[in-house]
């Protein structure tokens, strides 16, 4: 009965051996890895908070310009019609379109730069993620060779584990994330946005028009010389333009 008793004493200290060294392994190999690959994860969430390229300010403030511009144009149009003899009290709605057209092109360029930024965070983050799912499978690994190696678990048990996430591809999780949010994400295929796409009332009204465009020549005052030049006429005004050579 002693020896009975000797044996089961072995076994227990023998046990709680290997628990303390597994445990050991766990605290100062498994857990650093986790704790640094939340890390990573966490200084990944702050950079992507404070990265000023993905803020939609520029493009909010860019539409109130557009549709500032657009009600000038609108209610300019309008006197002009309800009093044509005043319109020379008015700015002249065709340089006012011409105004509308270069914001809608700092609008659009300001959609396609956020367009861009937003594409290369999505590759970033899935390379990121399947380098977060190759760094835990390389911990998992080294987990189930130390617990083999020491014999302290059955192949069978841990290997079913390990061998189940080997079987998950890097871009498993990514990928299902793009199919379950794939109308809130920036798509591969998506088109940069045009002034051509952009639509607003009294676009081709003739007011925004010139009526005439065609080259002139002027003689300066000092040389006598002939300048070249461009003269426009619109609905409202007449605009002479001098190259300046």
């Known amino acids: 009965m002693v020896n009975v008793w000797a ?3 072995d076994y227990t200290m023998q046990h709680g051996i290997l628990h303390h060294e597994s445990a ?9 890895s986790l704790r640094a690959i ?9 950079q992507i908070q404070k990265d000023k390229s993905l803020k939609s300010n520029f493009i909010y403030d860019s539409r109130i310009h557009v549709n500032r511009l657009i009600t000038q144009l609108d209610k300019t149009i309008e006197a002009d019609q ?3 003899n005043a319109a020379n009290q008015y700015e002249d709605p065709f340089l006012l379109n ?5 914001a809608i092109r700092d609008l659009c360029d300001h959609e396609n730069r956020l367009h861009d930024n937003i594409l290369n965070l999505q590759q970033e ?3 990121f993620e399947q380098k977060v799912i190759e760094n835990i499978r390389h911990i998992l690994q ?8 020491n014999k302290i678990e059955d192949e069978d048990f841990i290997g079913n584990v390990t061998e189940t996430f080997r079987q998950l591809r890097p871009a498993t999780e990514w990928n299902n994330f793009v199919q379950r949010n794939k109308y809130n994400l920036v798509m591969e295929n998506s088109v940069y946005k045009t ?14 028009r010139a009526s005439k465009i065609g080259p002139l020549q002027l003689k300066t005052g000092i040389t006598k010389s002939w300048t070249e030049g461009i003269c426009i006429l619109t609905p409202g005004k007449i605009y002479i333009y001098m190259y300046i050579v």
């Open 82 to 84: 309800r009093s044509p």
């Open 142 to 149: 080294n987990y189930h060779d130390y617990r083999i190696d």
């Open 7 to 9: 044996a089961l004493r």
């Open 98 to 102: 011409l105004s509308i057209i270069h």
């Open 195 to 208: 002034e051509d796409s952009v639509e607003y009332p009294n676009q081709k009204s003739r007011f925004v």
């Open 125 to 127: 983050t899935a390379i």
């Open 38 to 46: 939340k890390s990573d994860i966490k200084t990944m969430i702050l």
């Open 24 to 32: 050991a392994y766990i605290q100062g190999a498994v857990i650093p």
